[in-house]
C-alpha cells in the first residue's frame, strides 16, 4: 500500500550558489554522494540538485517534512544499471519506520535550470 508521494524541484542555481559556499555541500549530502557527483565532471551541480530534490521529496513524502531529520542520513546513489536509490541512516530511516515504510521507490530528472524528483513509500500504515 502507498504510504506517502512527495514531488520536489530544485533550480540549479541554487546548488551553484551553495557550491561556492566552503563546507555546505558537505552539511548537506553524504560523502558518498558527493563522491558521485564530483565523478560526473560537468554534471557534478545537476546530480547534487536532484539529490537534493530527492530528499525535500522524501519529507514530504514522509506526510511531516525534514523537521529533524540529519540530511545527510539521506544518501540517494544509483545501482549498477544507473536507477536512483536511497539508503537512510539515524533519524531519516526512524522517521520512515514511524510511518510504516518498507519500500521507497525513487526517481530522478534534471536539465539545464531545474532537477525534479519523486519519492514513493509503499509500507503500511501506522
Same mark, same amino acid.
Request: charged share 20%.
Given at each position: ?30 560523502? +558518498? ?7 560526473? &565532471?560537468?554534471? +557534478? ?13 522524501? &519529507? ?8 529533524g531529520i540529519t ?15 536511497m539508503h537512510l541512516?539515524?533519524?531519516a530511516l526512524d ?15 534534471? +536539465? ?9 513509500? +509503499?509500507?503500511?500504515?501506522?
Amino acid at each position: 500500500m502507498i504510504v506517502g508521494i512527495g514531488l520536489d524541484v530544485v533550480h540549479v542555481s541554487r546548488l551553484e550558489r551553495w557550491h561556492r559556499i566552503p563546507g555546505l555541500l558537505e552539511r548537506y549530502f553524504h560523502p +558518498e554522494e558527493l563522491a558521485a557527483a564530483r565523478s560526473r &565532471g560537468s554534471g +557534478e551541480i545537476l546530480s547534487l540538485a536532484a539529490r537534493f530534490a530527492a530528499k525535500e521529496a522524501f &519529507g514530504k513524502a514522509l506526510g511531516t517534512g525534514l523537521s529533524g531529520i540529519t540530511l545527510k542520513n539521506i544518501l540517494v546513489l544509483n545501482n549498477h544499471n544507473g536507477k536512483p536509490c536511497m539508503h537512510l541512516f539515524g533519524n531519516a530511516l526512524d522517521a520512515f519506520r514511524r510511518v510504516g515504510g518498507e519500500i521507497i521507490h525513487l526517481s530522478l530528472t534534471h +536539465e539545464r535550470d531545474n532537477a525534479l524528483a519523486q519519492v514513493v513509500i +509503499e509500507g503500511v500504515p501506522k
